[in-house]
C-alpha cells in the first residue's frame, strides 16, 4: 500500500479519502435530475391547453394527457388501450396511495375524451386531480 505525505514533512500519513462531498454533489444532482425530467416528459407532448383566468397552480405526481390526436399518455408513455393505462395508474396508486394526477388535454380534444381520461384516473384509485390550463394572457384578460 503506498501512503501518501503532506508536503511539509512533518504532518501525518494521509490513510484515505473523504467522500462525503462527492455524495453530497451526487445527490445534489439527482434531485436536479428527478424534477427536471417530469419537467422535460410533459414538454415533450405538444398540446394547446385551454387559457383560464381563474386557474392556479397544483402539483401533481401523474401526468395523464390527451394530444390533438386524441392519443393518450400517462407519464409521457403513449397507451392506445384505456385498460392498460388503468392498470399502469392501479399500480402507481399502490405505491404512493396520496398519488395526485394532473389532466391535461388539447383543446380541440372532444370533451368526452376528456371524461374518459377522468374516468381512467379515478376508477384507478385516484382521488385528488386537477384539469391543466393555462392562465390569460393581458389582453384576453382585458376582452373578458
Known amino acids: 500500500m503506498t501512503a501518501y505525505q503532506d508536503e511539509d514533512g512533518g504532518a501525518d500519513v494521509i490513510s484515505g479519502i473523504n467522500v462525503t462531498p462527492l455524495v453530497d454533489v451526487t445527490l445534489v444532482l439527482l434531485i436536479i435530475f428527478m424534477v427536471t425530467a417530469q419537467l422535460i416528459v410533459e414538454r415533450g407532448i405538444s398540446i394547446e391547453s385551454p387559457k383560464t383566468a381563474s386557474g392556479s397552480e397544483v402539483e401533481g405526481t401523474l401526468a395523464v394527457t390527451i394530444d390533438r390526436q386524441r392519443v393518450l399518455y400517462v407519464n409521457g408513455k403513449t397507451y392506445s388501450d384505456p385498460a392498460a393505462a388503468r392498470r399502469v395508474i ?34 384507478a384509485g385516484v382521488t385528488k386531480f386537477a384539469l391543466k390550463s393555462d392562465p390569460l394572457g393581458e389582453e384576453e384578460e382585458e376582452q373578458r
Open 90 to 123: 392501479e399500480d402507481e396508486v399502490v405505491e404512493n396511495p396520496e398519488l395526485k394526477a394532473i389532466i391535461s388535454a388539447d383543446t380541440s380534444v372532444p370533451h368526452g375524451d376528456v371524461m374518459r381520461a377522468i374516468d381512467i384516473v379515478k376508477l
